[in-house]
Nanobody, 128 residues
């Protein structure tokens, strides 16, 4: 059974940094695109960043461009989300997801509907 487990969330002051990790188990995730999404209370889930299977193609949502990065380590079955200069409005549950329907996508999708395996989420709280 394929499972994604996120870690690294917590409480941070505005302007601070956090690094989230998402490790896949149950299969090798190297052929698949991965993404990070977030959902604040009372709001819809939105894309944060996505990465293709090789790591050579990435996508960032406009609010995080220049502050967040999404590296992956296929040898460790892990994708990361490095978050810098965090803002209070970025308080949310952050989810990792995998697009397991297609192998070796050159361009990762920014649509959450194309990701079919999801982690349980990790809470990130940014205090002002």
């Amino acid at each position: 059974q394929v499972q994604l487990v996120e870690s690294g969330g917590g409480l941070v002051q505005a302007g601070g940094s956090l690094r989230l990790s998402c490790t896949a188990s149950g299969h090798t995730f190297s052929p698949y695109a991965m993404g990070w999404f977030r959902q604040a209370p009372g709001k819809e889930r939105t894309v944060v960043a996505t990465i293709n299977w090789s790591g050579r193609n990435t996508y960032y949502g406009d609010p995080v461009k220049g502050r967040f990065t999404i590296p992956r380590d296929n040898a460790k079955n892990t994708v990361y989300l490095q978050m810098n200069s965090l803002k209070p409005e970025e308080t949310a549950v952050y989810y990792c997801a995998e697009d397991s329907s297609r192998l070796y996508r050159v361009v990762s999708s920014m649509s959450m509907h194309e990701y079919d395996i999801w982690g349980q989420g990790t809470q990130v709280t940014v205090s002002s």
